[in-house]
């Protein structure tokens, strides 16, 4: 019998994510786990996608991008005041994942260090280890999950080739600002480092903030890829088509491994977005408001219940305490919420390398009103 190769992410399973909606299918229980919205993408937009099928746009799309979804995004770019060339500095991607690995896969050599911030996205880790590098894991400080520098001054050293960072940050809802961006570069500049910021929640910054790119940052500009996601903005996650910035340079290599990945996205979903900024520019600008809402709306609706919640400044994920109601690890109490109470949640340890000193598990509220009061009756009956 034939003798498989030893795995190459032998610390990898299913991803947290496919259990738990899994466990929720078949418990029947409500999914407040996986982060994907019980909205429908925009009428108009999916009359566009429509039309561009009918219209024969069904074969590849260039491998950068379509043009003119690149020329949107560039425009778009400008109305914030930045400045990104469509031709050279976009590529249009098959989600934010596909993005995020490619990028990876562009730098980082066997041997290099990566430097993470915990909790982290899983896909995170994975493509860093599969490019040989060696990780390092910074954990965020407690109760306002902001960057430890002190312990990220000491992990990031002369063997750092990518420094990867999440704002809004999925799962802690916390965000970087700014200044935040200049304490980065102050560690990176004495380095070959390079930062990996991972944007895709740009729209959903809450209470007035506005969303701080690492391509705002003129000391960090040369040496980012920023990596953003359609899915995310328009209700849409199944789409999977997203977009990385870099600079020209960092671009080419992007593209290198890009084509091998994927080649092209989808082509009359592309025509279809590009026509739909055109059409609704400020169609981004409204979705804070129309998030913030969801999220205080789901937080009254917990106000009685034992869960302890936390501060959340963008995303769509609303991190609770749950040590007054359980003392379980987080994965099974996931578990019990869900089989028991029917409603399903994400548990963080699958996010961090260390054991988290608090108990918490994630939720999201990217649904309607009669989801939302459904699994906050059941929540608060615990």
């Known amino acids: 019998m034939m003798r498989l190769p030893d795995s190459k992410l032998p610390g990898v399973g299913t991803t947290i994510f496919t259990v738990m909606s899994r466990l929720a299918n078949e418990a029947g229980a409500i999914n407040l786990g996986q982060g994907f ?3 429908q993408p925009p009428a108009r937009l999916c009359e566009l996608i429509a039309r561009h099928l009918a219209a024969g746009h069904n074969q590849y799309a260039p491998m950068p991008g379509l043009p003119a979804l690149c020329d949107a995004i560039a425009l778009q770019a400008r109305r ?16 934010g994942t596909e993005a995020l690995f490619a990028a990876v896969h562009a ?47 000491s992990a990031i050293g002369p063997r750092t080739r990518l420094l990867i960072v999440n704002t809004p940050h999925n799962p802690t809802g916390a965000v970087l600002s700014a200044d935040d961006w200049e304490r980065i570069a102050d560690l990176v500049e004495p380095t070959g480092a390079l ?21 705002s940052s003129a000391r960090l500009r040369e040496r980012c890829f920023a990596v953003f996601s ?36 989808s082509t009359p979903v592309q025509h279809a977005i590009a026509d739909f900024m055109r059409e609704e520019p400020g169609f981004h600008d409204g979705l804070a408001a129309f998030y913030q809402a969801r999220r205080d709306r789901f937080a ?83």
């Open 230 to 265: 359609f899915g995310k903005v328009y209700n849409a996650t199944g789409w999977k088509v997203g977009y990385c910035v870099a600079t020209p340079a960092l671009t080419a290599e992007f593209r290198k491994v890009h084509q091998f990945l994927t080649f092209s996205v």
């Open 80 to 95: 914030q005041g930045l400045g990104i060339d469509a031709a050279t500095e976009i590529t249009i991607t098959a989600g």
């Open 107 to 153: 730098v980082v050599r066997a041997g290099d260090e990566v430097v993470m911030i915990d909790p982290a996205y899983d896909s995170y880790g994975p493509a860093a280890e599969l490019a040989g590098a060696k990780l390092l894991r910074v954990p965020l400080r407690l109760p306002d999950f902001g960057i430890d520098y002190d312990r990220l001054a």
């Open 300 to 382: 009254a609706l917990l106000s009685e219940s034992r869960f302890g919640l936390m501060t959340t400044a963008g995303t769509y994920f609303q991190l609770a305490e749950y040590s007054g109601i359980s003392d379980l690890p987080d994965v099974e109490f996931c578990k019990e919420l869900t089989t028991k109470h029917g409603v399903a949640a994400i548990p963080l340890s699958p996010f961090c390398a260390e054991p988290l000193p608090a108990r918490l598990v994630r939720f999201c509220f990217a649904k309607d009103d009669a989801t939302l009061e459904n699994a906050a009756q059941r929540l608060s009956k615990i």
């Open 195 to 215: 930062v990996l910021s991972d944007e895709v929640y740009e729209c959903l910054v809450f209470d007035g903030r506005r969303h701080a790119s690492v391509l």
């Open 37 to 39: 919205p019980d909205f």
